[in-house]
T-cell receptor, first 116, second 117 residues
Framework: NAGVMQNPRHLVRRRGQEARLRCSPMKGHSHVYWYRQLPEEGLKFMVYLQKENIIDESGMPKERFSAEFPKEGPSILRIQQVVRGDSAAYFC??????????????FGAGTRLSVL | AQTVTQSQPEMSVQEAETVTLSCTYDTSESDYYLFWYKQPPSRQMILVIRQEAYKQQNATENRFSVNFQKAAKSFSLKISDSQLGDAAMYFCAYRSAEAGTASKLTFGTGTRLQVTL
């Protein structure tokens, strides 16, 4: 059973370009979470999605950032017109649909975004 | 809003010895979960151990155990018989279990654990 797959592992963009980060959840998981980790800091929640729905986007910057989790295919975190401050590691996690003790989030290896 | 505090930026332990990493949290909720995640240099976040707040018994996973003090809002991680492979960043995390709340994790700032020979 493959784990959470994120690609690319490393992404380099110039200021003003767009960044697309992809996340394929574990098999059987229908919940996806995105977190951002700045250097030497902990992970900060960005957005929580279920298939075709955004459940909680309270951690998403209001501009330039968007996320989707379509019925088919991976979840996408999209950053438009990137700036240097967007440089960070972006982690995706997935969990099964059940609440309670079984709702454990399993993480991918992250995408490190570098903005030149 | 919930907050998680890890007051030890770095810790060091000799191989085969025991080390305890501290974590405190602040919440007004009564039902929640607490986690310790490990992040080695590969950056992969690995779940080490979890605790359900309604359970009084401290969780254990092989060499890893927690000291959960609900009244004090404290959740420390004890690593026994430390191994070189335990060297990593360790993050404490909180998740609400209240009905109607989203399932996001709130993380502390981490403790970097070094294991020496």
């Amino acid at each position: 059973n493959a784990g959470v797959m994120q690609n690319p592992r490393h992404l380099v963009r110039r200021r003003g370009q767009e960044a697309r980060l992809r996340c394929s959840p574990m098999k059987g998981h229908s919940h996806v979470y995105w977190y951002r980790q700045l250097p030497e800091e902990g992970l900060k929640f960005m957005v929580y999605l279920q298939k075709e729905n955004i459940i909680d986007e309270s951690g998403m910057p209001k501009e330039r950032f968007s996320a989707e989790f379509p019925k088919e295919g991976p979840s996408i975190l999209r950053i438009q017109q990137v700036v240097r401050g967007d440089s960070a590691a972006y982690f995706c996690a997935s969990s099964p649909p059940s609440r309670g003790a079984k709702n454990i989030q399993y993480f991918g290896a992250g995408t490190r975004l570098s903005v030149l | 809003a919930q907050t998680v505090t890890q007051s030890q930026p770095e810790m060091s332990v000799q191989e085969a010895e025991t080390v305890t990493l501290s974590c405190t949290y602040d919440t007004s909720e009564s039902d929640y979960y607490l986690f310790w995640y490990k992040q080695p240099p590969s950056r992969q976040m690995i779940l080490v151990i979890r605790q359900e707040a309604y359970k009084q018994q401290n969780a254990t996973e092989n060499r890893f155990s927690v000291n959960f003090q609900k009244a004090a809002k404290s959740f420390s991680l004890k690593i026994s018989d430390s191994q070189l492979g335990d060297a990593a960043m360790y993050f404490c995390a909180y998740r609400s279990a209240e009905a109607g709340t989203a399932s996001k994790l709130t993380f502390g700032t981490g403790t970097r654990l070094q294991v020496t020979l």
